[in-house]
């Protein structure tokens, strides 16, 4: 069993991770966010539960569903929502957008709009720390759709024979866009990808955040301690369309299949078991709830505020250095 | 809701889709895969219901395995089919990128065999979609040897060429415009017809400027001459089509007439295809020219998300006048 006040903090993520993501497609529909919008709402147990494990100093990748993950390794909501408005008070300065939050601080490498491009790069952080000899850790996550990359194979392949601290978590939420995983994958334990590669494997209810967390925590353990890689697969679903241009539900699945999906909401389980536990307090739910909604009504009104990037910004950031381009039409 | 056909106003995405069907009904060779082709009836709904008419034999659904798509459509191609690769974004390409440019690229030249086969892939900027999904990557692919390379800018082209694509019995790039999808419409011929590979087209005369362009910049270059006509300078519009093979009599030809030349892309300034259109004119028709070469492009930078930041990094329509105007009164 865990304690209250984790189990608390867990409550308040996932939370925030909900509201947040429920707020940023309401600012989607009214225009004030463009683009490639992908919600990450269904799956918050795996990004609350898994970094949860962490210490501050190890390291986050994602994928192009990354808002979850980026307020999960402690960005904060209004350097995330400025950067979905494109302001220039965005983590990116506005000029990446949803797929493209990074932060140096938090530890944060990014969202990454290339499936499966992170997933070598996190090998690198980990070859990297192991190098240095340092005792951090990298979490890595993907969808199931990336797992049929090459780079995904390339990387395991590569952090089992040089023993690095990375954990690989592929969070399944039974669609790469359209096509559901039966039909892209020859195998449905997908955990078993690991056993190509001699590596330890983890399956886990990802609307469970406790379960993700004990299990990550194991994961972290032997990262840390042994230097040894992890693949955990994440059973998860993810309500809304595969972006914010996309429908909830059309030739691929149901709309009884997504309400269905929902009777297993990972906040809702969360209640019922503190509820089970007699730790259940609806008014620190509430303090809970009220909180949450004024940090993401700040990031709002904050963003709406916030200016758009000057022309200028256009020529920083693109190399270590100076531009050597032309800067005019 | 009723299949649209030659003989109707279409859009340039519903161009495509005749065409390619077109093609899927005249040669039971010619057989589609790509990520959420079928089912899903693809990203931009290209080929939304292929797979009811055409089975699943036929449109495959293929996981997120751009080499391997790749790859499978040049081992099936060697071996008597014709495949169209889907690219979600023509940005994902480059997960594909060895099984292109060295493989099908040189399949031939190795081998001694045709590969007819196509890959499309959605272009270009303007949708907001920042970095990954936003880019003009027609120069990865201009600079090989090997491949053919089209970008159609209007519905009738869009038809004709990804036909002609099909028919081609090398492998060929097509490259097909995310703005342009919905925003323009056209009345296609009643009758069947192909675009050949290899030719630019003059999308507008004029005797004063030549502009050779292509893509979506192909209406914005066209509007500019539309209010330049107002003043009394007349610009040619010269529509490249295709970009590899160059057609270099048509531009050639063009500049003659006029004395002048603007290249416009929607891609990067540097090592763009204005810098290869302008060698081609300062080599054969220096004597020709009246004044320097222009060029506009987009800025030697990423793709930025912010709109206000993405208008400035794309050319449009006033920085075509600038340049344009500059030209007219050398
Ligand atoms: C290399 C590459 N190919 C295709 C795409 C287009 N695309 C973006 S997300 C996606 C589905 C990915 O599914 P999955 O990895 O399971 O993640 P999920 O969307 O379920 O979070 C596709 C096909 C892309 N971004 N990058």
Not at chain 1, 56 to 66: F, K, Q, T
Not at chain 1, 85 to 105: A, D
Not at chain 1, 293 to 300: C, E, F, G, P, S
Not at chain 2, 197 to 207: F, H, L, P, S
């Amino acid at each position: 069993m865990i304690e209250r006040e984790l189990a608390y903090k867990f409550l308040r993520e996932m939370v925030l991770l909900r509201r947040f993501e429920e707020r940023t497609a309401q600012a989607y529909q009214q225009g004030k966010i463009g683009g490639f919008c992908h919600l990450y709402i269904g799956q918050e147990a795996v990004a609350v539960g898994a970094i949860n494990a962490l210490r501050d100093s190890d390291y986050v990748l994602s994928a192009y569903r990354d808002h979850g993950h980026a307020l999960a390794k402690g960005m904060s909501a209004r350097e995330v929502m400025a950067e979905l408005f494109g302001k220039v008070t965005g983590c990116s300065k506005g000029k990446g957008g949803s797929m493209h939050l990074f932060s140096k601080e938090k530890k944060f490498l990014g969202g990454n709009g290339i499936v499966g491009a992170q997933i070598p790069i996190a090998t690198g952080v980990g070859w990297a720390i192991k190098y240095r000899k340092r005792d951090d850790v990298v979490l890595c996550f993907f969808g199931e759709g990336a797992i049929n990359q090459g780079a995904f194979h390339e990387s395991l392949n590569l952090a089992s024979i040089w023993r690095l601290p990375v954990i690989y978590i592929c969070e399944n939420n039974r669609f790469g866009m359209g096509t559901p995983v039966e039909r892209a994958s020859s195998i449905y334990d997908l955990s078993q990808k690991a056993y190509a590669y001699d590596m330890a494997r983890s399956h886990v209810d990802g609307m469970d955040v406790i379960e993700v967390y004990n299990t990550v925590n194991e994961a972290v353990a032997r990262a840390r301690g042994r230097s040894l890689p992890t693949l955990i697969e994440a059973r998860t679903y993810r309500y809304r369309g595969h972006s914010m241009s996309d429908p909830i539900h059309g030739h691929y699945r149901t709309k009884e299949d997504v309400e269905e999906q929902k009777k297993h909401d990972p906040i809702l389980n969360l209640k019922n078991y503190l509820i089970q536990n007699h730790l259940w307090d609806e008014s620190d739910y509430q303090k809970i709830e009220d909180e949450v909604k004024n940090i993401v009504t700040d990031a709002l009104q904050f963003s709406d505020s916030s200016p758009e990037p000057d022309d200028s910004e256009l020529f920083t950031d693109i190399y270590t250095g100076e531009y050597y381009g032309r800067t005019h039409g | 809701m009723a299949e649209k056909g030659r003989g109707e106003v279409v859009t340039y995405i519903e161009a495509i889709t005749i065409g390619l069907r077109e093609e899927m009904e005249r040669d039971e060779r010619v057989w589609l895969l790509g990520e959420d082709i079928g089912v899903y009836g693809g990203a931009f709904k290209v080929t939304k219901g292929f797979i009811d008419k055409f089975g699943e034999k036929r449109v495959l659904d293929t996981p997120l395995s751009e080499s391997a798509i790749v790859g499978v459509a040049i081992g099936s191609a060697l071996n008597g089919m014709i495949p169209v690769a889907e690219m979600q974004f023509a940005d994902f390409i480059s997960s594909g990128f060895n099984q292109i440019v060295n493989q099908a690229a040189k399949m031939h030249y190795r081998y001694g065999a045709p590969v007819p086969m196509v890959i499309r892939a959605p272009t270009g900027g303007g949708v907001h979609g920042g970095p990954f999904h936003s880019q003009n990557p027609e120069m990865w692919f201009v600079k090989t040897p090997g491949l053919k390379v089209v970008e159609p800018s209007t519905p009738y082209d869009a038809y004709g060429l990804i036909k002609a694509a099909i028919r081609d019995p090398n492998p060929v790039i097509y490259f097909e415009h995310k703005y342009l999808y919905r925003r323009i419409k056209e009345k296609l011929p009643e009758e069947e017809y192909i675009v050949e590979i290899g030719k630019a087209d003059v999308k507008r005369e004029g005797t004063d400027i030549t502009v050779v362009t292509y893509g979506s910049m192909v209406h914005f270059s066209l509007e500019a001459a539309d209010i330049l006509s107002k003043e009394g300078v007349e610009v040619e519009i010269v529509d490249l089509r295709t970009l590899l093979p160059i057609d270099k009599e048509t531009i050639l030809k063009s500049v003659r007439k006029t004395g002048k030349l603007c290249i416009v892309h929607e891609d990067t300034l540097t090592a763009g295809m204005g810098g290869e259109i302008a060698a081609i004119v300062a080599e054969y028709a220096f004597d020709a020219l009246d004044a320097p070469i222009k060029r506009v492009a987009a800025l030697d930078t990423p793709v930025p998300y912010a709109p206000a930041l993405e208008a400035f990094f794309s050319p449009d329509t006033k920085k075509i006048l600038v340049a344009l105007r500059e030209l007219a009164a050398f």
